[in-house]
C-alpha cells in the first residue's frame, strides 16, 4: 500500500480584498465537494489512484477584522459601524477550512519558503477595533521594532537553516510551498522629515481606523472644553455690561455681549486643525468624512460653532485628482472648498458646508510637532522661496503607497518603486514560481493599473484559479485587468461624485502631457463659439458655469501653495486631467449643473453596491458545519505568532 501523499501548504499572507475572494473560491470547493456523494444517493466508490488531498490553507494576517476600503469614507463620516465595514477574517476562514494565524509579516525566506512572521497588534483578535497608538511616533516605533525583529530571525534563519523545519517548534514562521501576498501598502513619507514621526498614516487601514476614535474624542473634548469657557466669559461679560449700564444710567449698550458673540474672529478660531496630505481620491474622500464628521460631532454635542468649529486642510503636491476627467476635478473642487453660506448664494443647496481648505501645488518639506511646512512646488521653487508653515493638530498622511520593507530585503523580484512584480498570471515575474501576488503591493510588469480596491477585487477569481492550478500541476491562466474603472468619490454626507480613472498606474509621459496641456489651454480658447474644437473638454457653457460655479471653478476652489490661476498654472492643470468622460458628466448632474439631484443618488446606488460586496464575505455566506469553527474563536484553527 503507498503511503498517503502530504498536503501541499498554501499560504495566503494578509487579509486583502484578492485574498477575501480567494477564501471565499475554497469555501464553495468544499461545499461543493460535500455535497457530491448525497447528490449521488451516497459514498462515491475510490478511484483507481486516490488523488491527492487538497491543501491545508493557512492566512496570515495582522487581525481578525479586515476592513473594506471602499466604505472607508463613510465608516470616517459616521454613517457605517465597525463590524459593517470589516470582513471577520475568522469566519471567513472557517467556511474555505483554513486556518487563521495573526501576526505581521517581517520577511519571506525564498530559500526555506517560510514567511517569518512578528506578533500581531494587541487587541488583534477581539471582537472590535484594537488597541490605537496615542501618536504617530509609538506607531512608527512600533514599525521599528518589528523591522529589528525581521532582521534578528533572518539572521538566525541564516545560521541555523534547520532550526524551524518542524513547523510546530516555532510560531514565528509559517511553511509554504505555495505563497499569495496580499498585504496592502503604507503611504509613502517621501523621505520627508518627520513625516514617521509626527503624522498618521491611513494605510494600514486597520492602523488608521484604530487611531481615528482617538482623533474623535480629543475633538470632543477640546469642544466641550471651550463651550464652558465660552458660556463663564459670556456670563463674566454680561455681568460687565450690565454694571456699565446701571453707572451710565443704562444707557449706550454697544459694547455688550451680542457683539462679542458675533466677532467673526472669535467664529473662525477652531479648537482642532486637521491636515490631510494626498490630493488623489483617497485623500479627497478623507478630508470631506473628517470634515464632515467633525461638524456632526459639534451639532450633536450643542457646541456653538463660534468656539467649537474645527477647521479641515487639504494639502497636494501637483493638482487635485490627478488622472480624473476634467469636469470632475473642477466641481468637486468646488465643492470641497464651499462654505454652507457660499452655496446657499450659488443655489446649489447640497447642505454640504464643507469649508475643506484646498491647498494645490504646496510641497510639505518637513513636519514638526503641530506644524507642518510647506513651500509651493513646481520647477524653479527655491527652498525657501515661498515657504510658510501650516498649524496642525492631527496630520493624516494618505499619499501615494509604498510597498513594505521587508519586500525587496527578501529577494523577491519587485518594480521600480519597490512593488512586487508580477507576471501576466499575477506570479511573481521572473522569480520563485510558487509566488504570487495580487492587490496594492504588487504590480503587474505588462499592465499597471492604480493602487485602487477596484482592481484587486477583480484579481481575486484569477488569483483562486491559478493558485490551484499550481498546486495542481496544471497551467496557468493569464489575466488581462479591465482598463478603467469607476470611481464613485463620496464628499462627506450621503453624496457622491462619479468618475473613472485610467488604467496606466498613474504614470504619463511628460511630453504628452504637455502636448495635452497646450491643446487644452487652445480649446479653451475656442469653446463658446458654438462648435467645440477637436478634443476640446465637454463641459457646461461659459455662461452656464458663471451661473453656477460649482461646475465651473477651478479645480482648487479656495486654493493656496501657487493655485494663482495664471496661464501656466492652466496648463499644469491641463497636464494633470485625464480624458473627458461624458457619461460621467451627464451622471453628475451635467457637469454640476444638476449635482444636488444626482449626487445623493449616487450615493445611494454606492451604498447598495458597497452592502452587497460585504453580503458575499458575511452574512451572505450558506450555512453549514463550518460555522462551528468561526464561532470557536481561539480554538485549534486559529493561533497568534510568537
Given at each position: 500500500?503507498k503511503p498517503?501523499?502530504?498536503?501541499k501548504?498554501l499560504?495566503l499572507?494578509?487579509g ?34 486516490s488523488?491527492p ?10 487581525g481578525r477584522?479586515?476592513?473594506y ?6 465608516w ?6 465597525f463590524?459593517q465595514?470589516?470582513i471577520?477574517?475568522?469566519?471567513l476562514?472557517a467556511?474555505?477550512g483554513?486556518r487563521?494565524v495573526l501576526?505581521?509579516?517581517v ?5 526555506d519558503?517560510?514567511?517569518l512572521?512578528?506578533p ?6 477581539d471582537?472590535?477595533?484594537?488597541a ?8 512608527h516605533?512600533?514599525?521599528q ?19 524551524c ?8 514562521s509559517s ?5 499569495s ?7 509613502g513619507a517621501?523621505?520627508v ?6 503624522t498618521?498614516?491611513v ?5 488608521f481606523?484604530?487611531?481615528?476614535e ?8 477640546a469642544?466641550?472644553k471651550?463651550?464652558i ?10 455681568q460687565?455690561?450690565s454694571?456699565?449700564k ?5 444707557g ?8 462679542r ?6 467664529r473662525r ?16 474622500e ?6 464632515y ?7 450633536r ?5 463660534a ?7 487639504l494639502v497636494?503636491r ?10 470632475v ?5 468646488r465643492l470641497?472648498?464651499s ?5 446657499g ?10 469649508g475643506?481648505?484646498v491647498r494645490?501645488r504646496?510641497e510639505?518639506?518637513?513636519?514638526s510637532?503641530?506644524r507642518?511646512?510647506?513651500?509651493p512646488s ?8 515661498g515657504a510658510?508653515?501650516l498649524?496642525?493638530?492631527e496630520v493624516?498622511?494618505c499619499t501615494?503607497?509604498a ?16 512593488f ?7 506570479q ?15 504590480s ?7 493602487k485602487?480596491?477596484?482592481f ?8 483562486a484559479r ?14 488581462t ?23 496606466d498606474?498613474g ?12 491643446a ?14 477637436v478634443?476640446?473638454t465637454?463641459?457646461?457653457t461659459?455662461?452656464a458655469?458663471q ?5 465651473g ?7 493656496g ?7 501656466g ?36 446606488w454606492?451604498?447598495g ?5 460585504m453580503?458575499r464575505?458575511?452574512?451572505g ?5 463550518w460555522?462551528?469553527?468561526a464561532?470557536g474563536?481561539?480554538?485549534q ?6
Amino acid at each position: 500500500m503507498k503511503p498517503t501523499a502530504s498536503p501541499k501548504e498554501l499560504v495566503l499572507l494578509g487579509g486583502g480584498h484578492s485574498h477575501v475572494e480567494v477564501l471565499r473560491s475554497l469555501g464553495q470547493q468544499r461545499q461543493q465537494a460535500a455535497a457530491a456523494p448525497a447528490a449521488a444517493g451516497g459514498p462515491a466508490p475510490p478511484p483507481p489512484s486516490s488523488p491527492p488531498p487538497p491543501p491545508r490553507v493557512t492566512l496570515i494576517s495582522r487581525g481578525r477584522w479586515t476592513p473594506y476600503s471602499g466604505m472607508l469614507p463613510g465608516w470616517a463620516a459616521g454613517f457605517y459601524t465597525f463590524r459593517q465595514v470589516h470582513i471577520d477574517l475568522q469566519r471567513l476562514a472557517a467556511y474555505a477550512g483554513a486556518r487563521l494565524v495573526l501576526g505581521e509579516a517581517v520577511g519571506v525566506d525564498v530559500q526555506d519558503r517560510r514567511v517569518l512572521l512578528a506578533p500581531p497588534p494587541p487587541g488583534a483578535g477581539d471582537g472590535g477595533a484594537p488597541a490605537h497608538p496615542s501618536s504617530g511616533q509609538q506607531h512608527h516605533l512600533h514599525r521599528q521594532a518589528v523591522q529589528q525583529q525581521a532582521q534578528a530571525q533572518a539572521q538566525v534563519h541564516r545560521q541555523h537553516p534547520n532550526h524551524c523545519n518542524n513547523s510546530s517548534s516555532s510560531s514565528s514562521s509559517s511553511r509554504y510551498d505555495v505563497l499569495s501576498i496580499n498585504t496592502g501598502i503604507t503611504p509613502g513619507a517621501g523621505g520627508v522629515p518627520g513625516a514617521q514621526d509626527h503624522t498618521t498614516p491611513v494605510k494600514p487601514i486597520d492602523g488608521f481606523v484604530r487611531r481615528f476614535e482617538g482623533l474623535l474624542q480629543r475633538y470632543r473634548d477640546a469642544a466641550a472644553k471651550a463651550s464652558i469657557l465660552d458660556q463663564q466669559e459670556e456670563g463674566e461679560q454680561e455681568q460687565e455690561s450690565s454694571s456699565q449700564k446701571v453707572g451710565t444710567g443704562g444707557g449706550g449698550g454697544g459694547g455688550g455681549g451680542g457683539q462679542r458673540k458675533d466677532d467673526p474672529r472669535r467664529r473662525r478660531r477652531p479648537v482642532m486643525r486637521v491636515v490631510v496630505v494626498g490630493g488623489g481620491a483617497g485623500g479627497v474622500e478623507l478630508a470631506a468624512a473628517v470634515r464632515y464628521r467633525l461638524e456632526e460631532e459639534r451639532r450633536r454635542g450643542g457646541w456653538p460653532v463660534a468656539c467649537a468649529a474645527a477647521h479641515v486642510s487639504l494639502v497636494c503636491r501637483g493638482g487635485l485628482l490627478p488622472g480624473h476627467p476634467p469636469h470632475v476635478r473642477r466641481l468637486v473642487g468646488r465643492l470641497l472648498a464651499s462654505e454652507e453660506e457660499e452655496e446657499g448664494r450659488l443655489g446649489l443647496g447640497l447642505g454640504l458646508g464643507l469649508g475643506v481648505e484646498v491647498r494645490q501645488r504646496a510641497e510639505v518639506t518637513r513636519v514638526s510637532p503641530g506644524r507642518l511646512h510647506l513651500r509651493p512646488s513646481g520647477p524653479g521653487q527655491g527652498e525657501e522661496q515661498g515657504a510658510e508653515v501650516l498649524l496642525a493638530d492631527e496630520v493624516l498622511w494618505c499619499t501615494q503607497a509604498a510597498p513594505p520593507e521587508w519586500l525587496a530585503a527578501s529577494g523577491l523580484p519587485t518594480d521600480g518603486r519597490g512593488f512586487l512584480a508580477l507576471n501576466e498570471c499575477l506570479q511573481a515575474d521572473g522569480g520563485p514560481p510558487e509566488v504570487f501576488g495580487a492587490g496594492d503591493v504588487a504590480s503587474v510588469s505588462r499592465h499597471p493599473r492604480p493602487k485602487a480596491g477596484v482592481f484587486a477585487v477583480r484579481q481575486g477569481p484569477p488569483l483562486a484559479r491559478n493558485l490551484a492550478a499550481q498546486l495542481s500541476g496544471r497551467p496557468l491562466e493569464p489575466f488581462t485587468p479591465q482598463s478603467t474603472a469607476l470611481a464613485l468619490i463620496t464628499l462627506g454626507g450621503r453624496f457622491c461624485i462619479a468618475s473613472r480613472t485610467a488604467g496606466d498606474g498613474g504614470g504619463r509621459d511628460p511630453q504628452a502631457a504637455r502636448s495635452v496641456a497646450a491643446a487644452g489651454a487652445g480649446a479653451k480658447h475656442s469653446r463658446g463659439t458654438g462648435g467645440a474644437a477637436v478634443g476640446s473638454t465637454v463641459g457646461p457653457t461659459p455662461q452656464a458655469a458663471q451661473n453656477h460655479p460649482g461646475a465651473g471653478a477651478g479645480a482648487g476652489g479656495r486654493s493656496g501653495g501657487g493655485g494663482g490661476g495664471g496661464h501656466g498654472d492652466v496648463e499644469e492643470d491641463a497636464a494633470d486631467d485625464g480624458p473627458e468622460w461624458p457619461l460621467g458628466w451627464l451622471l453628475n448632474g451635467c457637469g454640476g449643473l444638476a449635482v444636488r439631484l444626482t449626487g445623493p443618488l449616487l450615493w445611494r446606488w454606492k451604498d447598495g453596491i458597497d452592502r452587497a460586496f460585504m453580503r458575499r464575505y458575511g452574512e451572505g455566506l450558506p450555512p453549514g458545519d463550518w460555522q462551528r469553527d468561526a464561532d470557536g474563536w481561539g480554538g485549534q484553527g486559529t493561533r497568534h505568532a510568537e
